[in-house]
Protein backbone atom coordinates (compact mmCIF):
# COMPACT_ATOMS: atom_id res chain seq x y z
CA UNK A 1 0.00 0.00 0.00
CA UNK A 2 2.86 2.15 -0.49
CA UNK A 3 6.50 2.33 -1.20
CA UNK A 4 8.95 0.41 0.33
CA UNK A 5 11.30 -2.59 0.34
CA UNK A 6 9.51 -6.24 0.68
CA UNK A 7 10.81 -9.58 0.64
CA UNK A 8 9.25 -12.89 -0.23
CA UNK A 9 10.14 -16.46 -0.01
CA UNK A 10 9.19 -18.39 -3.12
CA UNK A 11 10.09 -22.04 -4.15
CA UNK A 12 12.46 -22.13 -7.23
CA UNK A 13 11.81 -24.68 -9.44
CA UNK A 14 13.78 -27.29 -8.08
CA UNK A 15 12.15 -26.99 -4.36
CA UNK A 16 14.41 -24.83 -2.60
CA UNK A 17 13.72 -21.68 -1.32
CA UNK A 18 14.17 -18.33 -2.97
CA UNK A 19 13.87 -15.04 -1.67
CA UNK A 20 13.09 -12.33 -3.85
CA UNK A 21 13.08 -8.49 -2.71
CA UNK A 22 11.05 -6.00 -4.15
CA UNK A 23 12.05 -1.95 -4.22
CA UNK A 24 8.96 -0.31 -4.53
CA UNK A 25 9.07 3.01 -5.74
CA UNK A 26 5.80 5.08 -5.92
CA UNK A 27 5.68 8.48 -8.30
CA UNK A 28 3.59 10.88 -6.81
CA UNK A 29 0.80 12.59 -8.80
CA UNK A 30 1.34 15.83 -9.45
CA UNK A 31 -1.30 18.45 -8.24
CA UNK A 32 -0.83 22.16 -9.59
CA UNK A 33 -2.91 25.71 -10.04
CA UNK A 34 -2.29 27.36 -13.44
CA UNK A 35 -2.73 31.33 -13.32
CA UNK A 36 -3.51 32.59 -16.84
CA UNK A 37 -4.54 36.45 -17.34
CA UNK A 38 -5.59 37.05 -20.95
CA UNK A 39 -7.07 40.20 -22.45
CA UNK A 40 -11.10 40.37 -23.42
CA UNK A 41 -10.02 40.18 -27.00
CA UNK A 42 -8.70 37.08 -26.77
CA UNK A 43 -12.05 34.89 -25.92
CA UNK A 44 -12.25 32.56 -26.47
CA UNK A 45 -9.52 31.17 -24.85
CA UNK A 46 -8.54 27.58 -25.60
CA UNK A 47 -6.64 25.73 -23.00
CA UNK A 48 -5.96 21.73 -23.07
CA UNK A 49 -8.75 21.27 -25.24
CA UNK A 50 -11.59 23.16 -23.33
CA UNK A 51 -12.88 26.47 -24.19
CA UNK A 52 -13.36 29.25 -22.42
CA UNK A 53 -16.10 32.22 -23.28
CA UNK A 54 -15.56 34.12 -19.49
CA UNK A 55 -13.24 33.68 -17.04
CA UNK A 56 -13.47 30.81 -14.59
CA UNK A 57 -11.91 27.77 -13.50
CA UNK A 58 -11.36 24.39 -15.81
CA UNK A 59 -9.16 21.27 -14.86
CA UNK A 60 -7.40 19.06 -17.07
CA UNK A 61 -5.88 15.34 -15.74
CA UNK A 62 -2.68 14.79 -17.88
CA UNK A 63 0.76 12.48 -17.52
CA UNK A 64 3.59 13.61 -16.25
CA UNK A 65 7.36 12.25 -17.17
CA UNK A 66 6.65 9.19 -15.05
CA UNK A 67 3.46 8.23 -17.06
CA UNK A 68 1.05 9.32 -13.85
CA UNK A 69 -2.11 11.44 -13.30
CA UNK A 70 -1.01 14.84 -13.42
CA UNK A 71 -3.93 17.18 -12.11
CA UNK A 72 -3.41 20.96 -13.28
CA UNK A 73 -6.43 23.44 -12.46
CA UNK A 74 -6.77 26.79 -14.40
CA UNK A 75 -7.54 29.67 -13.10
CA UNK A 76 -8.25 32.55 -15.75
CA UNK A 77 -8.40 35.70 -15.26
CA UNK A 78 -10.11 38.35 -18.40
CA UNK A 79 -9.22 41.40 -17.91
CA UNK A 80 -11.99 43.84 -19.99
CA UNK A 81 -11.67 46.00 -22.78
CA UNK A 82 -11.08 49.43 -21.59
CA UNK A 83 -13.71 52.48 -23.27
CA UNK A 84 -13.57 56.09 -22.63
CA UNK A 85 -15.70 58.93 -24.33
CA UNK A 86 -14.21 62.65 -24.64
CA UNK A 87 -16.20 65.33 -26.08
CA UNK A 88 -14.48 68.39 -27.33
CA UNK A 89 -15.63 71.72 -28.48
CA UNK A 90 -13.47 73.53 -31.32
CA UNK A 91 -14.14 76.78 -32.90
CA UNK A 92 -14.27 76.19 -36.95
CA UNK A 93 -10.70 78.36 -37.55
CA UNK A 94 -9.28 75.14 -35.30
CA UNK A 95 -9.78 72.77 -38.21
CA UNK A 96 -7.87 70.89 -39.15
CA UNK A 97 -7.95 69.07 -35.77
CA UNK A 98 -5.69 66.08 -34.25
CA UNK A 99 -6.81 64.12 -32.31
CA UNK A 100 -4.45 60.60 -31.53
CA UNK A 101 -2.64 61.01 -34.94
CA UNK A 102 -5.88 61.11 -36.47
CA UNK A 103 -7.20 64.51 -38.82
CA UNK A 104 -10.61 65.53 -38.76
CA UNK A 105 -11.30 68.11 -40.89
CA UNK A 106 -15.46 68.74 -39.39
CA UNK A 107 -17.50 67.95 -36.37
CA UNK A 108 -18.19 64.32 -35.96
CA UNK A 109 -17.48 61.65 -34.13
CA UNK A 110 -13.43 59.53 -34.35
CA UNK A 111 -12.80 56.30 -32.74
CA UNK A 112 -8.95 54.78 -32.26
CA UNK A 113 -8.11 51.64 -30.49
CA UNK A 114 -4.89 52.34 -28.20
CA UNK A 115 -3.26 49.74 -25.77
CA UNK A 116 -4.07 49.91 -22.09
CA UNK A 117 -1.47 49.98 -19.02
CA UNK A 118 -1.97 45.88 -19.00
CA UNK A 119 -1.24 45.89 -22.93
CA UNK A 120 -5.28 44.90 -23.40
CA UNK A 121 -7.44 46.66 -26.23
CA UNK A 122 -8.77 50.39 -25.11
CA UNK A 123 -11.33 52.10 -27.05
CA UNK A 124 -11.12 55.83 -27.05
CA UNK A 125 -14.30 57.89 -28.99
CA UNK A 126 -13.99 61.18 -29.78
CA UNK A 127 -16.90 63.72 -29.73
CA UNK A 128 -16.12 66.76 -31.68
CA UNK A 129 -18.21 69.72 -31.67
CA UNK A 130 -17.15 72.77 -33.75
CA UNK A 131 -18.36 76.43 -32.97
CA UNK A 132 -18.49 78.00 -36.68
CA UNK A 133 -17.10 81.81 -37.38
CA UNK A 134 -19.90 84.44 -37.66
CA UNK A 135 -20.06 86.81 -39.95
CA UNK A 136 -22.36 89.73 -40.53
CA UNK A 137 -22.68 93.05 -42.21
CA UNK A 138 -23.58 96.22 -40.66
CA UNK A 139 -24.29 99.10 -43.27
CA UNK A 140 -24.50 102.46 -41.61
CA UNK A 141 -24.58 105.81 -43.20
CA UNK A 142 -23.66 108.89 -41.59
CA UNK A 143 -23.59 112.72 -42.32
CA UNK A 144 -19.89 113.86 -43.86
CA UNK A 145 -19.84 116.03 -40.52
CA UNK A 146 -19.41 112.85 -38.07
CA UNK A 147 -16.64 112.20 -39.53
CA UNK A 148 -13.90 110.67 -38.47
CA UNK A 149 -16.37 107.93 -37.64
CA UNK A 150 -15.49 105.25 -34.58
CA UNK A 151 -16.39 101.59 -35.39
CA UNK A 152 -15.11 98.68 -33.38
CA UNK A 153 -12.17 100.69 -32.12
CA UNK A 154 -11.02 101.92 -35.99
CA UNK A 155 -11.28 105.53 -36.71
CA UNK A 156 -13.04 105.98 -40.33
CA UNK A 157 -12.40 108.96 -42.27
CA UNK A 158 -13.84 107.82 -45.62
CA UNK A 159 -16.91 105.72 -46.62
CA UNK A 160 -16.08 102.40 -47.68
CA UNK A 161 -16.43 98.53 -46.18
CA UNK A 162 -14.22 97.73 -43.29
CA UNK A 163 -13.67 94.32 -41.36
CA UNK A 164 -13.12 93.63 -37.39
CA UNK A 165 -12.30 90.21 -36.27
CA UNK A 166 -14.16 89.91 -32.78
CA UNK A 167 -14.90 86.98 -30.28
CA UNK A 168 -18.57 86.01 -30.01
CA UNK A 169 -20.17 84.02 -26.97
CA UNK A 170 -18.41 80.64 -28.00
CA UNK A 171 -14.92 82.55 -28.34
CA UNK A 172 -14.44 81.86 -31.98
CA UNK A 173 -14.07 84.36 -34.76
CA UNK A 174 -16.44 86.74 -35.39
Same mark, same amino acid.
Given at each position: TAAGTYTGTLQNINGCDSTATLQLIVNANVVTTENITICEAQLPFTWNGQVF??? @?????????????????TLQLSVNPIVTGTETITICEGQLPYTWNGQTLNAAGNATITLQNVVGCDSIATLHLIVNP???????????? @?????SWNTQSLTAAGTYTATLQNINGCDS
Open positions: NAA @GTGTATLQNLNGCDSVVNVTGTETITICE @GALPY
